[in-house]
Nanobody, 114 residues
Framework: QVQLVESGGGLVQPGGSLRLSCAAS????????MGWYRQAPGKQRELVAV???????NYASSVKGRFTISIDNAKNTVYLSSNSLKPEDTAVYYC????????WGKGTLVTVSS
């Protein structure tokens, strides 16, 4: 089993910044992909950004240029740095790991509001 621990969510004002972290532990064979998805109230879960162990990235068009995903392979940790946050970025952000199977974190709430 793989356990994911997310941190860094909270309340931030529009235009502000936030950094999310997700550390993977447990029976990790090899990590292929790590990333972040989000789910806003009343909406489906959607991809925010993913990164492969080799550093290839993919971003949702709505966050491109504002969010940056990075990975520390030695620590099995993925980060999401978000800038110029908008109220529509408000959601529960879920960490995702592909390592022999697909694993999800419990989610961390990001609220963008004045």
């Amino acid at each position: 089993q793989v356990q994911l621990v997310e941190s860094g969510g909270g309340l931030v004002q529009p235009g502000g910044s936030l950094r999310l972290s997700c550390a993977a532990s447990g029976s990790i064979f090899s990590i292929n992909v790590m990333g972040w998805y989000r789910q806003a109230p009343g909406k489906q879960r959607e991809l925010v950004a993913v990164i492969t162990s080799s550093g290839s990235t993919n971003y949702a068009s709505s966050v491109k240029g504002r969010f940056t995903i990075s990975i520390d392979n030695a620590k099995n940790t993925v980060y999401l740095s978000s800038n110029s946050l908008k109220p529509e970025d408000t959601a529960v952000y879920y960490c995702y790991v592909q390592s022999g199977g697909n694993y999800w974190g419990k989610g961390t709430l990001v609220t963008v509001s004045s």
